[in-house]
């Protein structure tokens, strides 16, 4: 029997990238998973599609969680599928960098929406569930830019420095009910979202990372289920960095 056996999870932005990696692993450990995604309805039904391949259980289910009414549709959709939430993995995000003297309000508001206040919405959401079953495990994706800072990523480190405050006040808020809160913070990972940055700028990063390369999604997803599981029934309020000793 797998160690997640039948657990509800719900991922958001599963749809590509570090989110299809932490579906995927999740399914293959036993979770039945909501495949969430904002405008790649192809891709999340993909992921779905390979979780089914493979005996598990997923459903996709479109939404905006930078929209309350999104996230709550998309508690609703899991819970009339599969009856409950046991894991939520705050994972959608999105960059618009640019120097601050470039930065737009428009830039700063879009980053700030979906990579912070989604992860409010979705939490909102789901939280009633996890308080009455006294069970909850919420993992959200951070950025070591968000401890460290990094030129360019005002709005983005602000956004990922704040889901730190925010998982630690939900470790402090919901301890006694059994949800636990962790910060699973990649450097930098090989997916569509660093896809455009430049040769020139990944050789430097790559000098920076003590293990030499980048991260692979398939890096980040192990610990995300690590934290969903009994083994780290007693870890709460951390940050663990994933990250080849980048923010060492
Ligand atoms: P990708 O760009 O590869 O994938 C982003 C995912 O988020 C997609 O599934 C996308 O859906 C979804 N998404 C974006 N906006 C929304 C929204 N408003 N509502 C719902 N879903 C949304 O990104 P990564 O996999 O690289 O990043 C995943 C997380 O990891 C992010 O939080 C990111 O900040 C963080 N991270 C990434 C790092 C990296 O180097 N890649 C480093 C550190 C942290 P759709 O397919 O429909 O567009």
Redesign the pocket.
């Given at each position: 029997m797998s160690d997640l056996e039948d657990r509800v999870a719900i991922v958001?932005?599963?749809?590509?990238?570090?989110?299809r990696a932490i579906c995927l692993e999740l399914a293959r450990r036993g979770c039945k998973v909501a495949v969430?995604?904002?405008?790649?309805g192809e891709?999340a039904a993909e992921v779905v599609r390979l979780i089914e391949q493979g005996g598990g259980q997923a459903i996709a289910v479109q939404?905006?969680?930078?929209r309350g009414a999104d996230a709550e549709a998309l508690v609703k959709a899991t819970l009339d599928a599969y009856g409950t939430v046991d894991i939520l993995v705050n994972?959608?995000?999105?960059t618009r960098d640019t120097l601050l003297a470039r930065m737009t309000e428009d830039d700063w508001d879009a980053v700030l929406n979906?990579?912070l206040k989604?992860a409010f919405h979705c939490v909102k959401a789901v939280q009633r569930t996890m308080i009455r079953k006294r069970y909850g495990r919420i993992i959200s994706?951070g950025?070591v830019s968000g401890l460290a800072g990094n030129a360019g990523q005002a709005n983005y480190a602000a956004a990922k420095a704040g889901l730190v405050g925010f998982t630690k006040t939900l470790a402090r808020e919901l301890g006694a009910r059994n949800v636990t809160a962790n910060l699973v913070a990649?450097?930098?990972?090989t997916?569509?979202?660093?896809a455009n940055l430049p040769d020139s700028m990944m050789e430097k990063v790559i000098e920076r990372i003590p293990l030499s390369r980048l991260g692979q999604?398939e890096d980040i997803a192990p610990i995300v289920a690590f934290l969903a599981s009994d083994a780290a029934a007693y870890i709460t309020g951390q940050v663990i960095c994933v990250d080849g000793g980048l923010a060492l």
């Open positions: 958001t932005g599963g749809s590509r990238g570090i989110g969430n995604y904002r405008n790649n891709a939404g905006d969680v930078s994972n959608a995000g999105i979906t990579n989604g994706i950025s990649p450097g930098f990972v997916t569509e979202l660093t999604p």
